[in-house]
């Protein structure tokens, strides 16, 4: 049989110039695009592509909570669900929630209550929904941030937006945003979530163990690394937003087809939500 | 927002809009004395008020609003209304435009009827109620419903309702637009399909300027368009 323990005991994840099975250093990221507003049905929307991540948010709400006895008649309800497709990993995922994707959501719902002005809108829910299409490590990192950009997508009141990373321990190498196989080979993970402009840390979890130095270094590459993932987030939704604007400054309007009454309504949703 | 020429810069939450000395308004908060953007959307300031007018979001009702709601189920002394806002809203038999008996209330409007009719009031927990008091209150038939985001509402009305009057005066369609994003529009085929049209035009452009020149060149050219000259 196969010695796996001493299999990986001699990768290496990182070389003597310090760089990393991908060729990044260790306060590099990987590379990120964020797209915003992409579901039509939605009232927000985001897409993100993370490294190897391929994650989409959807946001609707605030909206009636049900079932009714969850309401609370002083603020909203910020539900998340956080699910994973079966095809999202190598080796198929059984579909539906686990107490992994549980926990996860209730942590991501939970970074989000301290954003979201909940008190102006009693008696609803926003709900998040985060889909992960394609899975790489910092799943949870990519949906929190793509689902805060779905939430200011669907024009929900919120202090800021939320942007979150992971740090980790290599080889004894304290390593931002930890890609697949430094996390399942590494020492530890510590993902993150803060408030940009405040610093204020909303979600903070960690797998495996680290030094208080350690720690505090993680903490460090992870909260710089956030702002820098804010500006990404900023710039999806200014870009959403402006292409709209650049249609307008063409001042020509349309070029409407010829009259057909009946024929394009339907497909412009002009009888309301029914036809949903 | 008309006429102005350039465009206002977007704001995404968090953003600062402005330092001490400045008011905060709707889509904004301060914190330590300056002033941030609660909603994405464009930053507005009218006499050391700030405000950001949002781009998306749900309707959110308030007393007086016009709104078309539609009959989603029945009580023996009241209706409760879709007003496409996260709350219920019952019209109490009372505040209808009829003098309605105990148990009666489907003689009037069944499940599925459409209304014009007001936010009679909202509370501090948002339970909200109608009212057919005013005047234009009545039901809708006939015509059609078309949905529009409440946030663009106040551009489909315009300027001391400027621009639904051009929209009305054009296409010679009957128009009821509510606060609550729900526009019903009665006409012949042609005119309520071209007044949809110009509808979606000041939807999908709602910030632009110009906007009331370019919807009257639209319905004018379209007037004409399929006609030979």
């Known amino acids: 049989m196969e010695d796996i323990e001493h299999f990986a005991k001699a990768m290496k994840l990182i070389d003597a110039d310090g760089r990393r099975l991908d060729g990044r250093k260790f306060n590099e990221l990987r590379p990120i695009r964020i797209e915003a507003g992409v579901l039509r049905r939605a009232d927000g929307s985001a897409y993100m592509e993370w490294g190897g991540n391929k994650v989409l948010a959807a946001v609707y709400g605030p909206r009636e909570a049900h079932p009714r006895h969850l309401q609370d008649p002083a603020r909203a309800l910020v539900q998340c669900r956080y699910n994973m497709a079966p095809f999202s990993v190598t080796d198929r995922k059984r579909p539906g929630p686990d107490r992994r994707s549980v926990e996860i959501s209730k942590v991501i719902s939970e970074a989000f209550s301290s954003v979201v002005f909940a008190e102006q809108f009693p008696r609803t829910s926003v709900d998040i929904f985060i889909e992960v299409l394609q899975a790489d490590a910092g799943t949870r990192c990519a949906g929190l941030t793509a689902a805060s950009v779905a939430l200011a997508d669907a024009g929900v009141p919120m202090r800021d937006l939320v942007a979150s990373c992971a740090s980790g321990k290599i080889d004894g190498v304290v390593c931002l945003d930890l890609n697949k196989d430094e996390d399942n080979f590494g020492d530890a993970d510590c993902p993150t979530a803060v408030v940009p402009r405040t610093g204020e840390i909303v979600l903070l979890q960690m797998d495996g163990h680290l030094t208080s130095d350690e720690f505090e270094k993680a903490m460090d590459l992870s909260i710089d690394a956030a702002r820098r993932i804010y500006d990404l987030q900023r710039d999806a939704l200014r870009r959403r937003y402006s292409v709209t604007l650049e249609d307008i400054l063409k001042e020509s309007p349309p070029v409407p087809s010829p009259m057909q009454p009946e024929g394009r309504l339907p497909s412009e949703d002009d009888f309301g939500p029914e036809g949903i | ?229």
Request: with cysteine; glycine share 12%.
């Open chain 2, 1 to 229: 927002m008309q006429g102005s020429g350039s465009l206002r810069p977007i704001v995404i939450p968090g953003e600062a809009v402005g330092g001490p000395g400045l008011k905060p308004g709707p889509g904004t908060y301060s914190e330590g004395g300056r002033l941030f953007a609660a909603q994405l959307g464009i930053r507005d300031e009218h006499d050391g008020l700030v405000s950001v007018i949002p781009l998306n979001g749900r309707y959110l009702p308030r007393r007086g609003d016009a709104v078309i709601g539609e009959i989603v189920d029945l009580g023996p002394s009241h209706w409760l209304v879709d007003i496409n806002s996260p709350y219920p809203a019952p019209l109490h038999a009372t505040e209808s435009a009829w003098r309605v008996e105990f148990g009666d209330t489907s003689r009037y409007l069944k499940v599925g009827d459409v209304i014009m009719c007001h936010v009679l009031s909202v509370d501090e927990i948002k339970r909200v109620q109608l009212t057919m008091s005013e005047r234009e209150a009545r039901k809708l038939s006939g015509g059609i419903l078309m949905e529009v985001s409440p946030t663009k509402v106040p551009r489909v009305i315009g300027k001391q309702a400027s621009m639904v009057s051009l929209i009305k005066d054009l296409t010679r369609c009957q128009i009821y637009v509510g606060q609550n994003g729900r526009i019903w529009l009665d006409g012949d085929d042609r005119s309520t399909a071209l007044a949809a049209m110009a509808i979606r035009l000041i939807e999908d452009r709602a910030q632009a300027s110009g906007l009331t020149e370019a919807v009257r060149e639209l319905i004018e050219k379209e007037a004409r368009g399929p006609r030979p000259s």
